[in-house]
């Protein structure tokens, strides 16, 4: 199994910044990628940005310009630096990553997801 463990939601004023943290541990041989997705109510789950192995990252147009996602490979971390805060980033994050136990096998997991709040 792999576990995924997100921290760093929290509430904040429009115009704010918070940082998320996922730690991936676990039988991991390889990451592959890792993502952050977002949820809001009466949404469906979208993708917010992604890293790649490689160090290539993908945004959503919406977080462009004002969110970064970065990693540590040694600690198997993934941070997603948000700035520029707006109440529509209200929802709660999701990281997910995906790579190749020790047994081989593939794997795609998620973390279990950290509440963002941005007041007005």
């Known amino acids: 199994q792999v576990h995924l463990v997100e921290s760093g939601g929290g509430l904040v004023q429009a115009g704010g910044s918070l940082r998320l943290s996922c730690a991936a541990s676990g039988s991991i041989l390889v990451i592959n990628a890792m993502g952050w997705y977002r949820q809001a109510p009466g949404k469906q789950r979208e993708l917010v940005a992604v890293w790649r192995s490689g160090g290539n990252t993908d945004y959503a147009d919406s977080v462009k310009g004002r969110f970064t996602i970065s990693r540590d490979n040694a600690k198997n971390t993934v941070y997603l630096q948000m700035n520029s805060l707006k109440p529509e980033d209200t929802a709660v994050y999701y990281c997910?990553?995906?790579?190749?136990?020790?047994?081989?096998?593939?794997?795609?997991?998620w973390g279990q997801g950290t509440q963002v709040t941005v007041s007005s």
């Open positions: 997910n990553a995906e790579g190749v136990r020790y047994d081989s096998a593939r794997f795609n997991y």
